[in-house]
Nanobody
Framework: QVQLVESGGGLVQAGGSLRLSCTAS????????MGWFRQAPGKERDFVAV????????YYADSVKGRFTISRDDAKNTVYLQMNSVKPEDTAVYYC????????????????WGQGTQVTVSS
């Protein structure tokens, strides 16, 4: 069993920056791929970024590539999402998720989810 807790969300102006954190407890964090997803009101949950176990491989959604950076600190059992040059369309609830078997963009493949943190970007 894994518990994931996100933090760092809030209100930010367009063009600004925000860093989200997701801290894990339970099963061995370093052996999981960690993903970030987001869900805007009335929309499906969308893939944002994923980082492999060990941190050597990352993938990003085209909409955030070049603006967001995913990283992990296994000593702290934490994965981060650095969000730069944010846009109003980045407004959503952001979720982190853990997958112990694959490195994937598919939400259905993830085994554990956090409760989400709200990010609101004002124009």
């Amino acid at each position: 069993q894994v518990q994931l807790v996100e933090s760092g969300g809030g209100l930010v102006q367009a063009g600004g920056s925000l860093r989200l954190s997701c801290t894990a407890s339970g099963r061995t964090f370093s052996r999981s791929a960690m993903g970030w997803f987001r869900q805007a009101p009335g929309k499906e949950r969308d893939f944002v970024a994923v980082i492999s176990w060990g941190g050597g491989t990352t993938y990003y959604a085209d909409s955030v590539k070049g603006r967001f950076t995913i990283s992990r600190d296994d000593a702290k059992n934490t994965v981060y999402l650095q969000m730069n040059s944010v846009k109003p369309e980045d407004t959503a609830v952001y979720y982190c998720a853990a997958d112990f078997y694959t490195l994937t963009r598919r939400a259905d493949d993830y085994d554990y989810w956090g409760q989400g943190t709200q990010v609101t970007v004002s124009s």
